[in-house]
Structures are given as structure tokens and as C-alpha cells.
């Protein structure tokens, strides 16, 4: 079972995403508390890696959180320590769209 602090962290990535959402950022940013161990715990079938890409050096994580119609979203995240850090957030619910996003990011390498 894994017991780490989720950490949804600062950078202009998710500062634009939540500009963008602003009217559902407390909405998005609870679910995302509230259901990223779950998910991990209870369905890690449903957690996909970012094949090909490290941010800062980890692995990439990526999940699809299902809100409600037309606000559904994509998360990115990566395990530090003892802590899952989510850097990239978008409405782009198509894997490999997201992937692309994700692969444009400053801190993205390709492995």
C-alpha cells in the first residue's frame, strides 16, 4: 500500500491550466488529493508510464481523472521520495496527444 503526500506543484504549466479551469481549480484539485492514492492502490491498471520520457530524471506517470462532461483531464506525475509530485495537468484526455504535450515540457527529457 503505497502512503505518500500527493504534491501538486508550482510551475507555469499548471498555473496556465488553472487559469484556463479557473472556475473548477478547487473542483480538480480536490479529486486529484483525493483520488490519486486510491487509484494507485486500487487500480494501478488504470495508471500508464510516458513511455520514453523522464521529468527531472524519474519516471513519468500519467492517469485520466473523470470529472464530469467536458472536464475531464490528464495528470502527470512522478514519485520524489515520499512524495507524488503531479507537474502537468491538460484537458487533452488522448493518450498520445498528451504525450506529445508532455513531451515539450522544459524538464522532459526523451530516454
Do not use: Q, W
Amino acid at each position: 500500500m503505497i502512503e505518500k503526500k500527493i504534491v501538486i506543484e508550482e510551475n507555469s504549466y499548471l498555473e496556465k491550466f488553472f487559469e484556463h479551469n479557473r472556475k473548477h481549480e478547487d473542483y480538480i484539485k480536490n479529486r486529484i488529493y483525493k483520488c490519486t492514492l486510491d487509484l494507485i492502490n486500487n487500480n494501478p491498471h488504470k495508471i500508464k508510464k510516458v513511455r520514453g520520457y523522464k521529468y527531472k530524471g524519474k519516471t513519468i506517470y500519467e492517469y485520466k481523472i473523470p470529472l464530469e462532461a467536458g472536464l475531464d483531464c490528464r495528470v502527470a506525475y512522478i514519485f520524489y521520495k515520499e512524495e507524488i509530485i503531479i507537474f502537468f495537468i491538460s484537458n487533452i484526455i488522448i493518450k498520445n496527444e498528451f504525450t506529445k504535450l508532455v513531451s515539450k515540457l522544459k524538464d522532459v527529457k526523451k530516454i
